[in-house]
């Protein structure tokens, strides 16, 4: 009880910084009222009102504690809503900044563990975010009442949800209600917070969800999430099936997505399960290209030549095409062409007597 009633108190260091934001941005909002509901002023005062948020919401002081953050979101918001009778939609910086904000406020509550906030706390950003919306909505701005649903029952409270993430049966009328109130961008900021805590069951049930949903337009994201969390299951029979279902060239879009993102250990997961199917079952779909990735990925992982030219002769002991093999031959004369020109002809004559061993009938 002492130290949840310290943690609703915030020091005097906290209490400073929420008193300097506040100032600074009313003084951002009197700077507007000033001038002419215009373009220009109302991308000034977003451009003042984003350096404001990230100067204090990426304080050391804020970040490192929850009620401060939480206050600096909730006094942001408040404060946007009451700025927005001197702002023009005309200008695509102000639904753009709304927007982000909730979003960031949104991440920002998926890691707050409700128990450790005082219930008056949670009962009193609710009314605010309350508050601000019913202040939005005069101008046809509906974007906190996402926020004031999931503040009014809960972050992972709503009883879809729950069930979702318990990996019970959903009827599909109640799971389309969740996904169209929540929308892509609030799904995917709950996925990757499920992965992140190493919820992977619970991802991998919520991101199928979503990749078979027909209210999601585009769906690739969560496709991407899905494979991911298959991925981190491996070995496994039934991962290894749900990866095969996959088209190769969507197979080769995560994986350079998730290049681009750095995660090269999935990719390379992802590339050598896909690969491994495909000269099992002497598919040649994209077999090229997913060869060529796959090489550049195992060089980059291990640098060895030996281990790559090694994973080259299991690739080719169990190919079932010539095809294949002339795929593998191309990526090791590419790799190997800086190595010593005995080496190349020794791995050549392995390779020539794996040829006369497989089709030698």
């Known amino acids: 009880m002492a130290d949840a009633e310290a943690e609703a108190a915030p020091r005097p260091e906290m209490q400073r910084l929420v008193a300097a934001l506040r100032a600074r ?19 000034a005062y977003c451009r003042g009102f984003c350096q404001t948020l990230l100067q204090y919401a990426g304080s050391r002081g804020a970040s490192e504690h929850v009620l401060p953050f939480l206050e600096v979101y909730r006094i942001s918001i408040q404060s946007f809503a009451n700025a927005r009778p001197y702002l023009t939609t005309e200008c695509e910086d102000v639904l753009l900044v709304l927007g982000r904000l909730v979003l960031s406020c949104f991440e920002l509550l998926l890691s707050i563990p409700e128990s450790e906030l005082p219930h008056e706390v949670w009962l009193g950003f609710h009314q605010s975010i309350q508050d601000s919306h019913d202040a939005l909505l005069e101008f046809g701005n509906n974007n906190l009442q996402i926020l004031v649903d999931i503040t009014r029952e809960g972050v992972w409270k709503n009883p879809v949800l729950l069930k979702i993430l318990s990996q019970q049966p959903v009827e599909t009328e109640e799971a389309n209600k969740l996904i169209t109130r929540e929308g892509p ?4 900021m709950r996925i990757k917070h499920l992965m992140k805590s190493n919820c992977i069951p619970q991802a991998t049930f919520l991101s199928k969800l979503c990749a078979d949903s027909s209210e999601i337009a585009n769906v690739s994201s969560f496709r991407q999430a899905y494979i991911t969390c298959v991925c981190s299951m491996l070995p496994n029979e039934d991962s290894i099936k749900e990866i ?117 009938h």
């Open 185 to 188: 961008s609030f799904l995917q």
């Open 244 to 360: 095969a279902k996959v088209d190769c060239k969507e197979v080769l879009d995560i994986i350079c997505n998730l290049e681009s993102e750095g995660q090269e250990n999935t990719a390379f997961i992802l590339c050598t399960t896909y690969l491994t199917h495909q000269l099992q079952t002497a598919n040649v779909y994209c077999s090229w290209e997913l060869t060529l990735f796959w090489s550049k990925l195992q060089r980059r992982i291990d640098p060895s030549l030996d281990s790559f030219l090694e994973r080259c002769r299991q690739f080719g002991i169990i190919a079932k095409t010539l095809q294949h093999l002339f795929f593998l031959i191309r990526v090791i004369q590419s790799e190997a062409q800086q190595d010593s020109r005995d080496a190349q002809q020794q791995f050549l004559k392995t390779w020539e007597a794996l040829f006369e061993e497989k089709w030698k």
């Open 25 to 43: 941005l009313w003084q951002l909002q009197a700077e507007l009222r000033e001038q002419e509901v215009s373009e220009a002023s109302s991308r």
